[in-house]
T-cell receptor
């Protein structure tokens, strides 16, 4: 049972344009969501997060939007840069249990073309 | 600060052989995780330690996988005997707090190929 889904395996955008990466989840107990970025041969690195009490969180060029009723979140990158080319993973956790366990989506490969 | 260290970076073994991976977390991080990432999928938690105690090992195939974290610092993950489907990248991660909103810091992983 895939509790966190990223339905787009890949995305290609032009440098300077907006990149929008999407993520859906099924478990209504999830109340904290994170995005990780992964370059080849490296481990994932934390990018941005959002609590379920918010619907938007912004950090520089990166903004995460959360729509709890639709169980959907998205990551916006504006403007996109070639260095943003990587695999992006959406992850979710639940305060219940309080273990820090993350459930990851399958990832979306972003390519930003110069 | 130094990141999460893992070794080896790559390992190729034949099925039914055994293999071990090592992880040293960020200094002072009490919580350590082992994740398995199969090609084309997201990381999946195998086991979580809080200091040297196991918090969650519900998805660890205990008939062939084992892990320990002696002295609450570094950790080893072992597979014995390996199967073809164990081919994956094994990621170690650590965090300073065992709370649901503490970002995990990942190592670069060990890529295992079972032939």
């Amino acid at each position: 049972d895939q509790q966190v889904k990223q339905n787009s395996p890949s995305l290609s955008v032009q440098e300077g344009r907006i990149s929008i990466l999407n993520c859906d989840y099924t478990n209504s107990m999830f109340d904290y969501f994170l995005w990780y970025k992964k370059y080849p041969a490296e481990g994932p690195t934390f990018l941005i997060s959002i609590s379920s009490i918010k619907d938007k969180n912004e950090d520089g060029r990166f903004t995460v939007f959360l729509n709890k009723s639709a169980k959907h979140l998205s990551l916006h990158i504006v403007p996109s840069q070639p260095g943003d080319s990587a695999v992006y993973f959406c992850a979710a956790s639940a305060q219940s249990g309080n273990t820090g366990k993350l459930i990851f989506g399958q990832g979306t490969t972003l390519q930003v073309k110069p | 600060e130094a990141g999460v260290a893992q070794s080896p970076r790559y390992k190729i073994i034949e099925k039914r052989q055994s293999v071990a991976f090592w992880c040293n977390p960020i200094s002072g991080h009490a919580t350590l995780y082992w994740y398995q990432q199969i090609l084309g999928q997201g990381p999946k938690l195998l086991i979580q330690f809080q200091n040297n105690g196991v918090v969650d090992d519900s998805q660890l195939p205990k008939d062939r996988f084992s892990a320990e974290r002696l002295k609450g610092v570094d950790s080893t993950l072992k597979i014995q005997p390996a199967k073809l489907e164990d081919s994956a990248v094994y990621l170690c991660a650590s965090s300073s707090l065992s709370s649901y909103n503490s970002p995990l810091h990942f190592g670069n992983g060990t890529r295992l190929t079972v032939t």
